[in-house]
């Protein structure tokens, strides 16, 4: 309410001036309301908890002034296309993940995750102590936008298959939803590769439209009823440690005052890493009931040769896609040196640590 | 600078009413300062960055509104009084591990870590999904303290030892700087169990004052020498995800405004996960070189023998502790049960993964 009416407001603002009162902090009570589009669906939780409580968080932590609706994907129809929207401004932040555009730009893809790559504690050194924020600004700068950590999965399992993976020859022919790095590995292997929403997942492996997929892990696979259709569930090797990610539109972001920047900023950090524990939890949960709820679920590792033959088949695709691309073989060679790094480290600790105590 | 002086601020806070803008946006322009002690000395990293970048984040985000002094050890002189400089109110707040004061409220101790215990992610998801904040506050209610993690220093080293341990009978007469419930286990295998501030570890060590000591990691402890006087350097059993701890008292956090609360509870949790993923990262860098720079160290772990004898010495501690201790049982109880249920997950998932990734 402004009972002294528009031109009573400037008097005020030139008194606040000469008060003393910062004008920034006179600017700072104007309202930012801004649009984020996800990729997920309204309940698909944690994926979609992140972007919602990052909204919460700012509301309160900036008392109002920075208001984020978050758009689902049914909302705005278009899943795949959270890097476009942001960047042509119809929406000021996205949340998404960086391999879903490697078709646009194949730099992108190592910023999500990467067979046998980083678990989750060593690719977030990466990116906050390692290099990896630099990278990632680098490589989102083209399109005009700010690229953030947006939430890990930890190390995801490695899919429902209909049937068995007995051989390398299994594979062959086989139609499977999996998407970044690992799907190339797939594809030169003789699997039909594909990426599918995951509001569609459930049917698409229901109808026959893929004989296999992989999604995430127990906390979010098991509620989407995948265990009906493809009861063979394999663990992980392909993604061991998903990041998903924040964007941002840059031009969006160089308006907001200073202190609702940081307030964004933090929020973005704190909200990744918060989901990162979240889908620990469920999934843990979720694990420690599935031989009791869910008996026919055949859990499975990958034969050793089929293991072997991917780790093959990615050292050979790692040489060819970074042939003339020397941004992508830049970042990949930086993921690799930290990780031959904390690798031993993980090992020393984490690793004999929980042999000693499974 | 207020050019027009006292008067006419009053005067302008009555325009500012009138013209609308809310009291509380107008009162929210009070600047409130803080001070927060440390147990930590002023250049104890990653330690004694965590309340620095807290200070930081804080500053940015109020706009300049909420000031937080962070004190060193060296400033107050009082390391393991924490506790006591928050409940009285001469501190803000405090960084510190609340196994410190295990004297004056065992209930306190297992918030930081418990030997054979939690890995940092299975802890974080406990303290934020499975019901560990609750019995937290709980415990802190007497002393009219909040607490929250403050850092994980994950998988935390067995320690440096002056001479090789090959039996249990090595741990008799042993003089160690062990803190927690490991130092009740030690003690219960006949070592003499002590604690000191970081500050006189090198010493305490190099004087003979003690004859080994855990401190956290090859990031913190090779910066400290230890290795100079004691060169067997074991892997750990006893601190498999350290938490510290943020203090706030209770009163102080009242009488901020709503949205200075919810910043400094964002800042707070932030920073304690930005430092977890921090040392990990300076463990890493510190470990990959161990070899090379310091060839004198001599890497062990701890013969099957002695491991059993602190397992079995543990399973038995724990239940003398709790008799009588309905507080101290009902913590205890809900982080077993959680980490049975966790670990499964973490088995398929990191240590699976590891196995074959080494």
Redesign the interface.
């Known amino acids: 309410?402004?009972?002294?009416g528009r031109k009573?407001?400037k008097v005020?603002v030139a008194?606040?001036l000469?008060?003393?009162?910062s004008s920034?902090?006179y600017a700072?009570?104007k309202v930012y309301k801004w649009k984020l589009a996800t990729t997920w669906g309204p309940t698909l939780s944690p994926f979609i908890d992140a972007p919602k409580n990052l909204a919460k968080?700012v509301k309160?932590?900036?008392?109002g002034r920075l208001i984020i609706r978050v758009d689902a994907s049914n909302k705005h129809k278009s899943a795949f296309g959270i890097l476009d929207m942001v960047k042509g401004g119809q929406y000021d932040m996205g949340h998404s993940a960086s391999y879903y555009w490697k078709g646009k730009d194949i730099n992108t893809l190592p910023f999500t995750t990467m067979p046998?790559g980083m678990?989750?504690?060593?690719q977030?050194?990466w990116f906050?102590?390692?290099g990896g924020m630099d990278l990632m600004q680098k490589t989102y700068k083209k399109h005009k936008v700010l690229s953030f950590p947006g939430g890990n999965t930890?190390?995801q399992?490695g899919g429902w298959f209909r049937k068995e993976i007995n051989s390398v020859d299994d594979l062959k022919g086989l139609k499977m939803r999996i998407p970044g790095f690992a799907g190339e590995i797939m594809a030169a292997l003789g699997s039909t590769v594909t990426n599918i929403p995951s509001g569609e997942l459930y049917t698409s492996l229901e109808r026959g439209t893929i004989d296999a997929l992989e999604w995430v892990?127990?906390g979010m696979d098991i509620k989407m009823g995948f265990h009906k259709v493809a009861p063979y569930y394999y663990?992980?090797?392909h993604e061991?440690g998903t990041e998903l990610q924040f964007l941002v539109n840059q031009k969006k972001m160089a308006k907001l005052?200073?202190?609702l920047q940081?307030?964004l900023k933090?929020?973005i950090?704190?909200s990744a890493?918060?989901m990162?524990?979240?889908n620990?939890?469920m999934?843990?949960?979720a694990?420690?009931k599935i031989g009791s709820d869910y008996p026919n679920i055949k859990?499975k590792?990958f034969p050793k040769s089929v293991?072997d033959a991917m780790k093959t088949a990615n050292k050979k695709l790692l040489v060819e896609k970074t042939k003339g691309q020397p941004l992508l073989k830049e970042i990949l060679d930086s993921q690799a040196a930290y990780q031959s790094?904390?690798?031993?480290?993980?090992?020393?600790?984490?690793?004999?640590?929980?042999?000693?105590?499974?």
Do not use: C
Request: net charge negative; charged share 15%.
């Open positions: 309410m402004n009972i002294l009573s407001t005020l008194a606040a000469l008060a003393g009162l920034a902090s700072a009570e968080m309160k932590m900036s008392n046998f678990t989750a504690v060593e977030y050194g906050y102590y390692g930890g190390n399992m892990g127990p663990t992980g090797w061991p005052p200073k202190d940081e307030i933090s929020a950090k704190l890493y918060d990162y524990v979240q620990y939890h999934s843990g949960v694990w420690a859990i590792t293991m790094k904390a690798r031993e480290w993980t090992k020393m600790s984490d690793y004999l640590y929980l042999q000693d105590n499974l």
